[in-house]
């Protein structure tokens, strides 16, 4: 007989196994290696087609643009140190010197030693100059390279390069949101699109190696414009569970998360001596969308009863344990567009069903079950939206309307709202940089596929602020008439702005210099650094 | 034996064919358009017709079809929408990883599965057997979404022996095996120690034990081998299970297999990429259980393949 003692030594066994295989691990941060986890994997790591936003994420930490954005969004100087717009139709950007400019002595005073000059080169070392630029958006514009960007382009008449230096863009129409369209990586001329294989870049960090579903290796380059970064070692993980992001983030394997954490976690995250949990404003606004073609939602008194029915302060308190902002436009609250006089919309059940016996909806039967009207509401799979939606189901139950939620694969959902199939939708505009997306979202003519004016909203005043807007230099001019939008979409209520979620930053404490900003750009990784004490200065507002 | 492998491997073809022209149907029938979620709501309608007439979309489904069809014997699954790399590229990138977790995650439950199920049949009714039925109920009973985590709570979080995530032949690939081989540890626990049972119940091993044999002899020589028919087979139809369920596997772990990629294919409408999956998936399983049969002839002489 086979005793039972000398096969319970196999677990025993596994277990030494297991603690043989296992060598004393020396945290990454140790070793003067950053690791910052995405949920997800880039599809494509090329400026000139990467649209995921894992994707864009990695670019800003690679690839240098004509033009940047700062921590509060506003356009600042990146490859071009300056820039002109002698009328509306030409823009004309000059870039920093390169490496091409010919040589300097290494210091004053001392022997003429001559050495190249320190300017733009790309990770491979070659000069990075004009030419490079317009090959960029040269190929962008090239239908048969099927670039996604291409449309985001199409007001590009000609890119002349007069010299090494300069380059000069002209439109076939004014188009004001033009100059936020240069925050695009360059790419050297003549690099061709090979899918895994990402084009050398002019950014802080090279990539050294990417495995699609794995990970990202990058290591600082030292030829960067802006001065060598200080972190040497920058790995970018995609782990698409998060609750082992969190674990990772515990364990130490990962110290560096943005939103990458849910609400749920982060006061264990808070907990943990090695951590530091930040938050700062967000950009992305969560609204609700109405179909203005369905007979009821048709009627804007429809829209505000709906509107005022929903009790958004407790829905950001319970499911987003008070990590939103309450928003009563579109436009991020950071943008320069953004009109802070907006009323916002109180929670108001009364003046709900009023609104609702005025537009002909009264309840059938008092306090009984029968609702007075039903409407169907489209979400995604994701489990937060699903909680929200059941939140809104509730509330919009107390005050007689009965609401069915489709929860769909976001491929089913995306369609049915691009096709006008669905009375309500929740969604989020996510990276809205321009105030030009009143135009895309709200103008008449902007009905998919043409843009995102999904509910069928037509106005006449918004058409025509809108198309000025676009066409008009002055920014004074453009807020008046932006704020001028806002006003009428808050009145007629096409979309309900919900919530803006903030950015949460979960790093490690010995992590510092990062700015969180509304856009969660990566951008500011090139000036971190690692730092011995752990009392680390807070970037954003520190909890 | 040659005429039935001849016969089977002629069989797999219309399988495959009845595989490759459902998906293909399925995936076509689903709402949501490859070129919108290629090119975004930036992209103007000219684009949009411009990439469709590129990617041939906008032939009619049948020439689809028949183009589709007509590239698998080159080995040509067409390039994927979201990443333009070729499909069976993208698909060979993948195979190593998914290869490696699969066989890993079986050894590892025909390991744990193979002593437990014996000792439980030979100890039948004593503790080992009530307590290896406990643990087997228990393993069937966690699902791998929380099994992974926990194992990450333990090993790497608390202990620190092992990483939470990862890709590779060594440590990082031992919790994903575990995690997904426990189920199936559990399930051909039961099923050794049935077979067994049963086969210990039968004349030749009491002739066999009668005549002097020792009864772990008689057990592990005669008994085993021919319980192990079931089982091997219940293994060879696993494994199509392993390729595809490990999706919750590999998205815990961050594993780069094929699983996840089908997911993310789906969710991208990435037809080719879709279409490349299942066939590859189908073609292994078919590949498998014929593999499965032959192993089962040889550890049976009695079962004849005609």
Same mark, same amino acid.
């Given at each position: 007989?086979?005793?039972?003692?000398?096969?319970?030594?196999?677990?025993?066994?596994?277990?030494?196994?297991?603690?043989?295989?296992?060598?004393?691990?020396?945290?990454?941060?140790?070793?003067?290696?950053?690791?910052?986890?995405?949920?997800?994997?880039?599809?494509?790591?090329?400026?000139?087609?990467?649209?995921?936003?894992?994707?864009?994420?990695?670019?800003?930490?690679?690839?240098?643009?004509?033009?940047?954005?700062?921590?509060?969004?506003?356009?600042?100087?990146?490859?071009?140190?300056?820039?002109?717009?002698?009328?509306?139709?030409?823009?004309?950007?000059?870039?920093?010197?390169?490496? /091409?400019?010919?040589?300097?002595?290494?210091?004053?005073? /001392?022997? +003429?030693?001559?050495?190249?000059?320190?300017?733009?080169?790309?990770?491979?070392?070659?000069?990075?100059?004009?030419?490079?630029?317009?090959?960029?958006?040269?190929?962008?514009?090239?239908?048969?390279?099927?670039?996604?960007?291409?449309?985001?382009?199409?007001?590009?008449?000609?890119?002349?390069?007069?010299?090494?230096?300069?380059?000069?863009?002209?439109?076939?129409?004014?188009?004001?949101?033009?100059?936020?369209? /240069?925050?695009?990586?360059?790419?050297?001329?003549?690099?061709?699109?090979?899918?895994?294989?990402?084009?050398?870049?002019?950014?802080?960090?090279?990539?050294?190696?990417?495995?699609?579903?794995?990970?990202?290796?990058?290591?600082?380059?030292?030829?960067?414009?802006?001065?060598?970064?200080?972190?040497?070692?920058?790995?970018?993980?995609?782990?698409?569970?998060?609750?082992?992001?969190?674990?990772?983030?515990?364990?130490?394997?990962?110290?560096?998360?943005?939103?990458?954490?849910?609400?749920?976690?982060? !006061?264990?995250?808070?907990?943990?001596?090695?951590?530091?949990?930040?938050?700062?404003?967000?950009?992305?606004?969560?609204?609700?969308?109405?179909?203005?073609?369905?007979?009821?939602?048709?009627?804007?008194?429809?829209?505000?009863?709906?509107?005022?029915?929903?009790?958004?302060?407790?829905?950001?308190?319970?499911?987003?344990?008070?990590?939103?902002?309450?928003?009563?436009?579109?436009?991020?609250?950071?943008?320069?567009?953004?009109?802070?006089?907006?009323?916002?919309?109180?929670?108001?059940?009364? +003046?709900?069903?009023?609104?609702?016996?005025?537009?002909?909806?009264?309840?059938?039967?008092?306090?009984?079950?029968?609702?007075?009207?039903?409407?169907?509401?489209?979400?995604?799979?994701?489990?937060?939206?699903?909680?929200?939606?059941?939140?809104?189901?509730?509330?919009?139950?107390?005050?007689?309307?009965?609401?069915?939620?489709?929860?769909?694969?976001?491929?089913?959902?995306?369609?049915?709202?691009?096709?006008?199939?669905?009375?309500?939708?929740?969604?989020?505009?996510?990276?809205?940089?321009?105030?030009?997306?009143?135009?895309?979202?709200?103008?008449?003519?902007?009905?998919?596929?043409?843009?995102?004016?999904?509910?069928?909203?037509?106005?006449?005043?918004?058409?025509?602020?809108?198309?000025?807007?676009?066409?008009?230099?002055? +920014?004074?001019?453009?807020?008046?008439?932006?704020?001028?939008?806002?006003?009428?979409?808050?009145?007629?209520? !096409?979309?309900? !702005?919900?919530?803006?979620?903030?950015?949460?930053?979960?790093?490690?404490?010995?992590?510092?210099?990062?700015?969180?900003?509304?856009?969660?750009?990566?951008?500011?990784?090139?000036? /971190?650094?690692?730092?011995?004490?752990?009392?680390? !200065?807070?970037?954003?507002?520190?909890? | 034996?040659?005429?039935?492998?001849?016969?089977?491997?002629?069989?797999?073809?219309?399988?495959?064919?009845?595989?490759?022209?459902?998906?293909?149907?399925?995936?076509?029938?689903?709402?949501?358009?490859?070129?919108?979620?290629?090119?975004?709501?930036?992209?103007?309608?000219?684009?949009?017709?411009?990439?469709?007439?590129?990617?041939?979309?906008?032939?009619?489904?049948?020439?689809?079809?028949?183009?589709?069809?007509?590239?698998?014997?080159?080995?040509?699954?067409?390039?994927?929408?979201?990443?333009?790399?070729?499909?069976?590229?993208?698909?060979?990138?993948?195979?190593?990883?998914?290869?490696?977790?699969?066989?890993?995650?079986?050894?590892?439950?025909?390991?744990?599965?193979?002593?437990?199920?014996?000792?439980?049949?030979?100890?039948?009714?004593?503790?080992?057997?009530?307590?290896?039925?406990?643990?087997?109920?228990?393993?069937?009973?966690?699902?791998?979404?929380?099994?992974?985590?926990?194992?990450?709570?333990?090993?790497?979080?608390?202990?620190?022996?092992?990483?939470?995530?990862?890709?590779?032949?060594?440590?990082?690939?031992?919790?994903?095996?575990?995690?997904?081989?426990?189920?199936?540890?559990?399930?051909?626990?039961?099923?050794?120690?049935?077979?067994?049972?049963?086969?210990?119940?039968?004349?030749?091993?009491?002739?066999?034990?009668?005549?002097?044999?020792?009864?772990?002899?008689?057990?592990?020589?005669?008994?085993?081998?021919?319980?192990?028919?079931?089982?091997?087979?219940?293994?060879?139809?696993?494994?199509?299970?392993?390729?595809?369920?490990?999706?919750?596997?590999?998205?815990?772990?961050?594993?780069?297999?094929?699983?996840?990629?089908?997911?993310?294919?789906?969710?991208?409408?990435?037809?080719?990429?879709?279409?490349?999956?299942?066939?590859?998936?189908?073609?292994?399983?078919?590949?498998?259980?014929?593999?499965?049969?032959?192993?089962?002839?040889?550890?049976?002489?009695?079962?004849?393949?005609?």
């Amino acid at each position: 007989m086979v005793r039972i003692s000398r096969l319970s030594i196999f677990f025993p066994v596994f277990l030494a196994f297991l603690a043989l295989a296992a060598c004393a691990q020396k945290l990454p941060i140790d070793e003067g290696r950053m690791v910052i986890a995405l949920p997800g994997a880039p599809v494509n790591v090329d400026p000139r087609v990467a649209t995921d936003a894992y994707g864009e994420q990695i670019l800003q930490m690679t690839h240098a643009s004509l033009v940047g954005r700062d921590a509060s969004g506003e356009l600042v100087p990146d490859l071009a140190e300056r820039w002109e717009t002698p009328d509306p139709l030409t823009y004309i950007f000059h870039l920093r010197p390169t490496a /091409m400019d010919g040589q300097v002595p290494r210091q004053a005073g /001392m022997p +003429r030693v001559l050495e190249p000059r320190p300017g733009l080169r790309f990770h491979d070392g070659r000069p990075l100059t004009s030419a490079d630029v317009r090959y960029t958006f040269t190929w962008i514009l090239d239908s048969a390279n099927r670039s996604p960007h291409r449309g985001l382009y199409r007001h590009i008449a000609a890119i002349e390069t007069p010299d090494a230096r300069t380059l000069v863009f002209r439109l076939s129409e004014p188009f004001a949101p033009f100059l936020s369209t /240069m925050v695009r990586g360059i790419v050297p001329a003549g690099s061709p699109a090979r899918g895994y294989a990402p084009p050398v870049g002019a950014g802080p960090y090279r990539i050294d190696d990417l495995s699609p579903d794995g990970e990202a290796v990058l290591s600082a380059y030292d030829g960067y414009y802006g001065g060598p970064p200080a972190i040497r070692a920058v790995t970018v993980k995609f782990v698409p569970d998060s609750n082992v992001r969190f674990l990772e983030l515990k364990m130490g394997s990962v110290n560096f998360t943005l939103n990458g954490v849910d609400p749920d976690l982060l !006061p264990a995250a808070e907990r943990d001596g090695r951590l530091v949990v930040e938050e700062g404003p967000g950009g992305n606004v969560t609204y609700l969308g109405f179909n203005l073609l369905d007979r009821a939602l048709s009627d804007p008194r429809v829209r505000r009863a709906i509107a005022l029915a929903i009790d958004r302060e407790t829905i950001v308190r319970t499911i987003w344990k008070g990590r939103a902002d309450l928003v009563s436009s579109i436009l991020p609250l950071g943008s320069w567009a953004h009109d802070p006089d907006l009323p916002a919309v109180p929670f108001d059940p009364a +003046r709900a069903r009023r609104l609702l016996d005025e537009a002909g909806f009264p309840d059938p039967d008092g306090k009984g079950p029968l609702p007075r009207l039903r409407l169907t509401y489209k979400t995604s799979q994701n489990e937060v939206r699903r909680r929200v939606a059941t939140v809104i189901q509730e509330q919009l139950r107390q005050v007689g309307i009965a609401v069915e939620i489709q929860s769909l694969e976001w491929g089913s959902f995306f369609s049915d709202i691009k096709k006008g199939n669905f009375q309500i939708y929740s969604l989020t505009w996510v990276g809205i940089a321009d105030p030009d997306i009143f135009h895309h979202a709200f103008h008449s003519r902007s009905a998919p596929p043409d843009g995102a004016n999904r509910g069928g909203y037509s106005n006449v005043e918004v058409d025509r602020l809108t198309e000025a807007a676009r066409s008009e230099p002055s +920014r004074e001019k453009r807020r008046e008439m932006y704020r001028q939008v806002q006003r009428i979409l808050s009145r007629d209520l !096409p979309v309900f !702005p919900l919530w803006a979620g903030r950015n949460l930053l979960v790093r490690d404490r010995r992590l510092a210099g990062f700015l969180l900003t509304p856009d969660e750009s990566y951008a500011s990784i090139r000036a /971190m650094r690692i730092v011995r004490d752990s009392s680390t !200065p807070p970037t954003g507002s520190r909890r | 034996m040659r005429r039935y492998l001849l016969g089977r491997l002629l069989r797999t073809v219309p399988v495959v064919f009845g595989v490759v022209t459902v998906v293909f149907l399925l995936i076509h029938l689903l709402p949501g358009d490859p070129v919108e979620i290629m090119l975004g709501e930036s992209a103007v309608p000219a684009q949009k017709e411009e990439l469709r007439r590129e990617l041939r979309l906008d032939r009619p489904i049948l020439s689809q079809y028949a183009s589709y069809l007509t590239g698998i014997p080159r080995g040509d699954l067409g390039v994927s929408f979201r990443s333009r790399e070729p499909v069976l590229g993208e698909i060979a990138r993948r195979i190593p990883a998914t290869v490696l977790l699969a066989a890993t995650s079986i050894t590892v439950a025909v390991f744990v599965a193979l002593p437990l199920g014996m000792l439980a049949a030979m100890r039948r009714g004593k503790a080992a057997d009530y307590l290896s039925g406990f643990a087997a109920m228990l393993s069937l009973s966690i699902p791998n979404f929380l099994l992974g985590p926990l194992l990450v709570l333990l090993f790497s979080v608390q202990l620190g022996f092992l990483p939470v995530s990862g890709y590779g032949a060594g440590r990082p690939l031992v919790l994903p095996a575990i995690t997904l081989g426990t189920g199936m540890a559990a399930l051909l626990t039961r099923m050794v120690r049935a077979t067994l049972l049963e086969e210990l119940r039968k004349e030749y091993v009491t002739a066999a034990i009668a005549r002097g044999l020792p009864y772990r002899s008689a057990v592990a020589r005669h008994a085993l081998r021919n319980a192990l028919v079931p089982v091997v087979t219940a293994l060879g139809l696993s494994f199509g299970a392993v390729l595809t369920g490990s999706v919750i596997t590999e998205t815990i772990f961050s594993w780069p297999g094929i699983g996840r990629l089908l997911i993310q294919a789906i969710d991208a409408r990435d037809y080719p990429l879709v279409q490349g999956c299942v066939l590859v998936i189908a073609l292994s399983t078919v590949a498998v259980n014929l593999a499965t049969d032959i192993l089962c002839a040889r550890l049976d002489p009695r079962i004849r393949y005609e």
